[in-house]
């Protein structure tokens, strides 16, 4: 049985996963230099967003889908980062800096919502 509360998170996390394949120039931008193959992080971290979102789904691997959902927010905050620098270097607009800003605090709100979904029972 699938709980209602894992429909939200399963869903945010298959678009997202999703959206590395249809649109993978936006992510591949948002990869910090130091990564050697910005495409391969897009599509990694893209095929495991979508299994970690159908894994929410299965009471079987919920709890590890959750735990890696987690460690895939955790890996991608140096992509979150590197945004916003790369925003402020480029002289973007208040505006846009200001939601970078609050994407950031976005990662461990996520992390809580799939560990109380999935986890924490």
């Given at each position: 049985m699938i709980p209602k509360a894992a429909i939200g998170p399963a869903l945010l996390f298959f678009i997202a996963g999703v959206l590395h394949f249809v649109m993978p120039g936006f992510f591949d931008r948002i990869v910090p230099p130091w990564v050697p193959n910005a495409r391969l992080a897009t599509y990694v971290s893209g095929v495991f967003e979508i299994l970690g979102a159908i894994g929410l789904l299965i009471p079987a691997t919920r709890v590890a889908a959750a735990w890696g959902l987690i460690a895939l927010l955790v890996a991608v905050l140096p992509?979150?980062?590197?945004?916003?620098?790369?925003?402020?270097?480029?002289?973007?607009?208040?505006?846009?800096?200001?939601?970078?800003?609050?994407?950031?605090?976005?990662?461990?709100?996520?992390?809580?919502?799939?560990?109380?979904?999935?986890?924490?029972?």
């Open positions: 992509a979150n980062i590197h945004m916003l620098n790369e925003a402020r270097v480029a002289h973007a607009s208040v505006g846009y800096i200001a939601g970078l800003w609050l994407r950031l605090p976005l990662q461990p709100l996520l992390m809580w919502w799939v560990w109380r979904v999935a986890i924490r029972r």
